[in-house]
């Protein structure tokens, strides 16, 4: 069930509201794009011009769910765009930062290695992990924020999840998953 | 069984890699101050535009519509008796030019056949006088 916004129809949202949603929202949004850039300044700099493109389209938007449904799916092109646009390298492994995150649960050296991983997959596929297991999002869910057959969001993933599996476990050698 | 196996371990280091990363401090703070910044360019620039709010009423917009076709119609019939206007002012000079000129030839072979009566006679008189002579 949506949630409802502050005020009981977005187009009436004042800019308190405005401010209460960008903070209810603003985790989802830079860990969208950190986790995709592996950039934060830029990471920070895509979430702040996705919430000022929210500001500008609040009177569309009708509930919590929509907003999170289009801060989502505008993050995600905006992340995409923007490696494009800035013609981004593909992220070598060994050149991914560490994640500002508290201390992980399990091996360190395989999360960094996993992460290392994920940031060097191509882009969409990319994006479709991203939203899968940080959002925990249905591939259902995926493909309606994507545009996509959820057949091809689901087939990205079975890819995405070998390819990470076999070089997962080609990295560590011996160390297992 | 195994693979299956590894692909859960997969999908569980992966949720716990990619889990949510806290925003940078005082992230809400400077949306929120480019909000403000960009509201207070927009209404600066607002006022400065009001004017050509007008045009966002349709009756406006056609009466604009049809004004600006009206203009250009009358301004391509005013361009086109203009050019008309030239066309004759530029044939009645050649037409007057021919006169004139075919009044100077008139009046030079007029001129041209006194002459020449002129000579004729100076050389019948010659002739005459030759003829006493003899």
Redesign the interface.
Known sequence: MAEPLPAEKAADIA?SD??EI??RH???V??IA??FLAD?SAA?EL??DV??QL?ANLASLKSDDHVKFWLRKVTGHRCIDYKRRRGLPQVALDDVPE???PA???DPL??RR??QL?ASLPEKPRLI??L???E?MAAEEISNVLAMPVATVKSHLQRS?AM??EK??RALGEV?? | MSVDNDMNRTEDALKRVLRRQPAPDSFADRVLARVAERNSAESGRGHRDSWWCVFVQPLVRWATATALAVALVAGGLHYRQVQYDKAERERAQGEAAKQRLMLALRIASSKLQLAKSKVNEINADQAGNREEKE
Request: proline share 0%.
């Open positions: 800019e405005f401010a960008v903070r603003q985790v989802m830079y860990s950190q986790h934060r920070e979430a702040q919430f000022l500001h994640c500002a995150a992980e649960a399990g395989l999360s996993l992460r994920v992990v991203i899968r297991y940080q925990d999840l990470l599996r997962m476990t297992t998953i």
